[in-house]
């Protein structure tokens, strides 16, 4: 797949459409696409490999763009196998290239290459590489989403090659916009490190950006300014929207019909905005991120063995590890005999930074009965509160 971004620079990456899965967790319902971009200049340089799966059509790409040159450099902005799979592969095709990579990348590289050293350049920040009338300024992206990442700038033609930030699930011509699959992509890979996205972005903003070169999803152009802005309110841990995210982890049944009844009532509270996940069903990696776009997120769960039941567990867990701050939480919980699905979620909840868990509570033994409405009623009041 070739495609013109500028005059001189080309889109050489491959879609995959088959993979259901990305890093054997992340569900796929449009394939994944591996870029990679060719700078066509008086010294010819290649940003990028992909993963070992699409070598092949890679190389097929690289050679139908060189059209007989040889490239003098491969710039590696990211160590990940998905991306530097084919670093020795292309390095024996073409014996006099140089591999570039951040000076933070070299202690890393033996990991990735069995390529010697004295192949290899190392840069550090604001350095530049000439091809001609092409210069790109490399900025190191610490922490996005690895330690040794770096992003480069062309001045020529205004192009970030911005490594995995700015990237998305889903393959280059993938029918749907970049929001959605975007939002599940930064808050399940990049989300974790929202400083050090903000330290990006700071770069970023003094840069005449004309267009987004990432490793996953489309280039970007026309929707720059939108998409930077969407990058500072997700780095912030601010909300994206007013609004609940109810998460139900529900055993027999009784839970989830507790929780959408939740929903009927927010809703005709006037909520200005109630999205609902079924824990034992629903893409954990989506739910993740529908936590995170909401500015409140209540939980209802099942009371199970002393704690609380697996997906919800799970979920928190999920929340913790990417840092999940910065919102109020509510919680309701289902118990036969010995109530504990609260207490546990509290718990966890209590490990996150900044999170305001309300003091009003539901719990519903089995089934839920005319007082649990009324109960569920007067949390709703205070959800909206905070909404």
Same mark, same amino acid.
């Given at each position: 797949m070739n495609v013109k971004i500028t005059d001189t620079i080309k889109y050489i990456g491959v879609n995959d459409y088959d993979i259901d899965l990305f890093e054997s967790q992340y569900m796929l319902e449009k394939g994944m696409a591996y870029n990679s971009y060719i700078i066509l200049d008086e010294?010819?340089?290649?940003? +990028?490999?992909?993963?070992?799966?699409?070598? *092949?059509?890679?190389?097929?790409?690289?050679?139908?763009? #060189? +059209?007989?040159?040889?490239?003098?450099?491969?710039?590696?902005?990211?160590?990940?196998?998905?991306?530097?799979?084919?670093?020795?592969?292309?390095?024996?095709?073409?014996?006099?290239?140089?591999?570039? @990579?951040?000076?933070?990348?070299?202690?890393?590289?033996?990991?990735?290459? /069995?390529?010697?050293?004295?192949?290899?350049?190392?840069?550090?920040?604001? *350095?530049? #590489?000439?091809?001609?009338?092409?210069? &790109?300024?490399?900025?190191?992206?610490?922490?996005?989403?690895?330690?040794?990442?770096?992003?480069?700038?062309?001045?020529?033609?205004?192009?970030?090659? =911005?490594?995995?930030? !700015?990237?998305? !699930?889903?393959?280059? /011509?993938? +029918?749907?916009?970049?929001?959605?699959?975007?939002?599940?992509?930064? !808050?399940?890979?990049v989300g974790k490190y929202g400083k050090q996205v903000q330290a990006l972005l700071a770069k970023a903003a003094l840069l005449d950006i004309k267009f987004i070169c990432p490793l996953h999803g489309p280039i970007l152009s026309d929707t720059i300014d939108e998409v930077i802005s969407l990058y500072k309110t997700w780095s912030a841990y601010e909300p994206e929207n007013r609004g609940v995210?109810?998460?139900?982890? =529900?055993?027999?049944?009784?839970?989830?019909?507790?929780?959408?009844?939740?929903?009927? @009532?927010?809703?005709?509270?006037?909520?200005?905005?109630?999205? !609902?996940?079924? &824990?034992?069903?629903?893409?954990?990696?989506?739910?993740?991120?529908?936590?995170?776009?909401?500015?409140?997120?209540?939980?209802?769960? =099942?009371?199970?063995? $002393? $704690?609380?039941?697996?997906p919800m567990s799970d979920y928190l867990h999920h929340l913790e590890h990417k840092a999940f701050q910065n919102r109020t939480v509510a919680l309701v919980e289902n118990t036969s005999w010995a109530p504990s699905a609260i207490r546990t979620m509290k718990a966890e909840f209590e490990k996150m930074k900044d999170i305001t868990v309300l003091d009003k509570t539901v719990s519903i033994k089995t089934r839920l009965t005319e007082q649990n409405i009324k109960e569920l009623e007067e949390l709703a009041d205070e959800i909206i509160k905070h909404v």
């Open positions: 010294k010819i340089a290649v940003c +990028d490999g992909v993963d070992k799966i699409a070598v *092949d059509r890679w190389l097929d790409n690289l050679d139908r763009a #060189l +059209d007989g040159k040889a490239p003098d450099y491969l710039i590696v902005h990211h160590l990940e196998p998905d991306h530097s799979a084919s670093i020795d592969v292309f390095a024996e095709k073409y014996p006099e290239a140089k591999i570039v @990579i951040s000076n933070g990348a070299m202690r890393m590289f033996p990991q990735f290459s /069995d390529l010697s050293t004295d192949r290899v350049i190392a840069v550090k920040e604001k *350095d530049t #590489l000439s091809l001609g009338e092409h210069e &790109l300024t490399f900025y190191m992206a610490p922490m996005v989403h690895w330690p040794e990442v770096m992003v480069s700038f062309d001045s020529k033609d205004g192009v970030l090659f =911005s490594a995995d930030a !700015f990237g998305k !699930f889903g393959t280059v /011509d993938a +029918d749907e916009g970049w929001s959605c699959e975007a939002r599940r992509y930064y !808050f399940n890979i995210f109810i998460a139900a982890a =529900s055993i027999h049944g009784n839970t989830l019909e507790a929780a959408e009844k939740m929903k009927e @009532i927010l809703e005709k509270k006037g909520c200005p905005r109630v999205a !609902f996940a079924d &824990l034992s069903r629903d893409d954990i990696a989506e739910c993740v991120e529908d936590g995170f776009r909401h500015s409140v997120l209540l939980c209802m769960a =099942s009371s199970y063995d $002393g $704690g609380v039941f697996a």
